[in-house]
C-alpha cells in the first residue's frame, strides 16, 4: 500500500480520501476535477486581464509608439497583426499569473503567512489554480505565436505552414532566426516543466508525497526560465528604458522570499541543521542547504547589481528605425 508523509515528518500514513493536516484537522484531498472548477473564476480574470493587455499594445501599435514598432517597423499595423499582439497579452499575463503563484508557494513553504488575512488552506488553493491558470496562459502564448507564423508563411503550401509554425514553436532547437535561437528554447523549456511540475502534485500519493516534495523545488525554474525568455525575446522591454527596470526590480520580492524560504523553511527536515541519515550524509545534507541560501543572497546581490547600476541588458533605442526585414517577427 502506497503512503503518505505528514508535513513535518518521515513516518507515514495510509493514503485516504482525506489529508490530515498539522493540529489533527481533516479534509478533502485536493484532486484535479475540484481545482478546475476552483480555477474558473481565476482564469475568466486572467482572460479580462489578457483582454485589457491586448488593447494596450493595439492601441499603442496603432499611435506608433510601441517599443515593438521601434524594434520591427514593418509591424506598424495592429490589425494585420492582431495575432501577434495576443500572443505578447498572453505572454505578460502569464508571467503576472506565475509571478503570483510563485510568490504564494515560496510564503506557503516558508516562514508562514501567519499575519496575513486570509487562511492557509485558501492561500493553498489560490496557490494550485493560479498554476493551472499559467499553465493555460503559457499555451495560449505558444498557440497564438504558431497561429501568426501560420498566416505569415503565405509562400507555402498549407500542410508546410503547419509544420513550419508547430516546429518553430513547439520543437526546441528548431527555430533559427535572431535572438529567438535562445530565447525560444527558454520559454518552450519553461512551458514543458510546467506540465508535470504542475500536474504531478495530483498523483503525490502514488509517486509518494516526499518525491513530490523534492521534485517540486524545481518549479522555481519555470519561472527563471519565463523571465530569461521574456527579457531576452519582449520587444516591449526590448530597451533599456523604465519597463525592462521595472521587470528587473519586481524579481526582487521573490528573490528575497526565496532566501527567506531556504533560511527558515516550514518543514524541520529541510533546516540547516536538520539530521541526516548518517555522518556523511549530514554533512552532504548541511553542505547542499547551505549552498542553496548563499545562491539565493548572491541573485538577491545580482538583482540589486543590475538595478543599481543600469547595466540590465536592455539595447539603446536607435535614432533611427532599423532596416529589418520581417522573418518570423525577429530582429537580428
Known sequence: MQREVTPDHEDARPVAAVEERPGGRVRPRADLRTDLRAALPDAAAAVGVTLAVFVFLYVRMRSGASATVAVMPFMDDPDTFWMYLLSQAFGWSGLLWAYGTVMLGLLLSGPGPGRLPVSRPRLERWHRTTSLTTMALMFAHALMFAAELVRYEVALPWASRLWSAFADTF?????????????????????????????????????????????????????????????????????????????????????????????????????????GGGRGAAVAGWTARAAGRLAAVAVVVGLLAVVLSGHDGGRPRPAAPPATTPHHHEPE
Not at 516534495?213 to 518549479?219: I, K, L, S, T
Not at 519561472?223 to 525592462?244: A, D, Q
Not at 526590480?249 to 528573490?255: C, D, H, M, T, Y
Open 171 to 275: 520543437v526546441p532547437g528548431w527555430y533559427d532566426s535572431g535572438t529567438g535561437r535562445l530565447a525560444i528554447p527558454l520559454g518552450q523549456g519553461a512551458l514543458y516543466l510546467a506540465v508535470p511540475l504542475g500536474l504531478l502534485f495530483y498523483v503525490r500519493h502514488r509517486i509518494g508525497a516526499g518525491t513530490w516534495r523534492r521534485v517540486h523545488r524545481f518549479v522555481i525554474l519555470v519561472y527563471v526560465l519565463s523571465v530569461w525568455h521574456t527579457l531576452l525575446y519582449g520587444t516591449n522591454v526590448w530597451y533599456g528604458e523604465w519597463p525592462r527596470t521595472a521587470l528587473w526590480l519586481l524579481q526582487l520580492p521573490v528573490a528575497v522570499l526565496l532566501v527567506l524560504r531556504l533560511v527558515r523553511p516550514a518543514r524541520r527536515s529541510e533546516r540547516l541543521g536538520a539530521p
